[in-house]
């Protein structure tokens, strides 16, 4: 149980153009949803909380008129990165918190999205 | 969150037992100390988690120290596959935006043949 898709794994797209990522809770229900971006031989660094039904919380620095999260069902949520330019590329995780609130690893991690823009 | 201090790198024989040791000394009353992992180019896992008492799962052990002020994570077994970035994060556990995880730069373990 606990499992987190993500779909794409990978994406590649030209600069200028958007691109969405899906997050989804498979078997269970996930009232928050984390948005993480990592570059390479760094460490993870949330960018957003996405909570269903209601606006994200965008960490200090985020752009959310580039960063586009959508969180419309107990088990999806979305992030769309606008208008992408090379500087965007990074391997992008969510995460879901079980709406059960069990004790135990309450969140969840997807197992990431590779955007490149070229 | 309280910050933590950790090893940049670490290096365990296949089969031996893994020690990473985590420094909390800032850690308040009301936070837990939480491990994850990252194997390369995938989404963090979960190992376990705790408050003040040693805790025990399939992964791994937790000990922590008395005055909470440290941690070491034991993988009794390494293995190959066990070859990770090892997480330490403390935070507390209820609700809110206190549900949020702050990554620092965690111990890259790597496990020998």
């Known amino acids: 149980g606990a499992v987190v898709s993500q779909h794409p794994s990978r994406v590649i797209c030209k600069s200028g153009t958007s691109v969405k990522i899906e997050c989804r809770s498979l078997?269970?229900?996930?009232?928050?949803m984390f948005w993480y971006r990592q570059f390479p031989k760094k460490s993870l660094m949330l960018m957003a909380t996405s909570n269903e039904g209601s606006k994200a919380t965008y960490e200090q620095g985020v752009e959310k008129d580039k960063f586009l999260i959508n969180h419309a069902s107990l088990t999806l949520s979305t992030l769309t990165v606008t208008s992408a330019h090379p500087e965007d590329s990074s391997f992008y995780i969510c995460?879901?918190?079980?709406?059960?609130?069990?004790?135990?690893?309450?969140?969840?991690f997807g197992p990431g999205t590779r955007l490149t823009v070229l | 969150d309280a910050k933590t201090t950790q090893p940049p790198s670490m290096d365990c024989a296949e089969g031996r037992a893994a020690n990473l040791p985590c420094n909390h000394s800032?850690?308040?009353?009301?936070?837990?100390v939480y491990w994850y992992r990252q194997i390369h180019s995938q989404g963090p896992q979960y190992i376990i988690h705790?408050?003040?008492n040693n805790e025990t799962n399939e992964m791994a052990s937790l000990i922590i120290t008395e005055d909470r002020k440290s941690s070491t994570l034991i993988l009794p077994h390494a293995t190959l596959r066990d070859t990770a970035v090892y997480y330490c994060i403390v935070r507390v556990n209820s609700g809110g935006s206190n549900y949020k995880l702050t990554f620092g730069k965690g111990t890259l373990l790597t496990v020998n043949p």
């Open positions: 800032t850690i308040s009353g009301n936070e837990y």
């Open positions: 705790g408050l003040k």
């Open positions: 995460s879901a918190r079980d709406a059960s609130g069990r004790a135990s690893n309450e969140q969840f």
């Open positions: 078997d269970f229900q996930a009232t928050t």
